[in-house]
């Protein structure tokens, strides 16, 4: 078998496999009522947490002070 057909096989099994753990994921998501409330928890945390990264790499002095602890 040639190079470049090794390449295209090893894509399209790469394309297979993302796409049935893609699949599998999305049937968790949508029957598990849990992992739904883990996500969106999880979605508030690296919001919260990418705000405080920004915010706390100015260069004004106690720029984190003024962000909420809550």
């Given at each position: 078998?040639?190079?470049?057909?090794?390449?295209?096989?090893?894509?399209?099994?790469?394309?297979?496999?993302?796409?049935?753990?893609a699949?599998?994921?999305?049937?968790?998501?949508?029957?598990?009522?849990?992992?739904?409330?883990?996500?969106?928890?999880?979605?508030?945390?690296?919001?919260?947490?990418?705000?405080?990264?920004?915010?706390?790499?100015?260069?004004?002095?106690?720029?984190?002070?003024?962000?909420?602890?809550?």
């Amino acid at each position: 078998m040639t190079h470049r057909f090794q390449i295209l096989e090893k894509v399209a099994f790469s394309l297979v496999c993302w796409s049935a753990a893609a699949s599998s994921a999305y049937i968790g998501y949508e029957r598990c009522p849990d992992i739904k409330v883990a996500l969106h928890a999880g979605e508030k945390i690296l919001s919260d947490g990418g705000q405080y990264a920004f915010a706390c790499t100015a260069p004004a002095v106690d720029v984190c002070a003024q962000l909420p602890t809550d």
